[in-house]
């Protein structure tokens, strides 16, 4: 069955740091791996994804994530963090021709000034 | 201007009532989606339709219903035999192919009274 992990609850880094927020998958086959936020009380919104190429993609607000399929994770990464970037993220994953999506259970990402 | 929407923003229920959550998307997506957002443990697929007139249900579908009389439109009812239905619902869509992301609508935060 597939299946992700966000082993981190809680991310805590200063502004300007660099930030990462980690993902682990289980997934027969070749996954498809997402990242998305959310703000409260919103819906979630899609940062990037990963469908197969180069393991290092880039997304929306100058986040990446780098696809490591020895590791079979997919954390995401941010060279210099805003406050802005204070949300909760979610990883995702389906594989192919499969209809339905799961999430992580979430990270709160809190960036101090 | 394309999106998904979500009415009500916020409802109150009372224990024995029947209510419905609307979703609505102009984006011409084929598959649509309903999840439920409960503190720290993600979203849990309740009910997807990849297709007008037809519909699967998810991990946790006992409690609710859906239907899919019109590709732009896919109600939640969440029923009195919902033990626990105070959460945050999330109606998602996606086009085209299995790879694709979603798109999130807003949300509506259910209360039971």
């Known amino acids: 069955a597939q299946s992700v992990a966000q082993p981190e609850d809680q991310v805590n880094v200063a502004e300007g740091n660099p930030l990462t927020v980690k993902c682990t998958y289980s997934?027969?086959?070749?996954?498809?791996l997402f990242w998305y936020v959310q703000y409260p009380n919103r819906g979630l919104q899609f940062l990037l994804k990963y469908i197969t190429g180069d393991n290092l993609v880039k997304g929306s607000y100058g986040f990446e994530a780098e696809f490591n399929k020895s590791q079979t994770s997919f954390h995401l990464k941010k060279p210099s963090a805003l406050v802005s970037d204070s949300a909760l993220y979610f990883c995702a994953v389906s594989f192919y021709n499969n209809n339905d999506m799961r999430f992580g259970a979430g990270t709160r990402l809190t960036v101090k000034p | 201007d394309g999106g998904i929407t979500q009415s009500p923003k916020y409802l109150f229920r009372k224990e024995g009532q029947n209510v419905t959550l609307s979703c609505e998307q102009n984006?011409?997506?084929?598959?649509m989606y309903w999840y439920r957002q409960d503190p720290g443990q993600g979203l849990r697929l309740i009910y997807y339709?990849?297709?007008?007139?037809?519909?699967q249900k998810g991990d946790i579908a006992e409690g609710y219903s859906v239907s899919r009389e019109k590709k732009e439109s896919f109600p939640l009812t969440v029923t009195s035999a919902q033990k626990n239905p105070t959460a945050f619902y999330l109606c998602a869509s996606r086009g085209g192919t299995y790879y694709n992301e979603q798109f999130f609508g807003p949300g509506t935060r259910l209360t039971v009274l």
């Open positions: 997934v027969s086959g070749n996954p498809y």
């Open positions: 339709s990849q297709i007008v007139n037809d519909f």
């Open positions: 984006l011409n997506h084929d598959a």
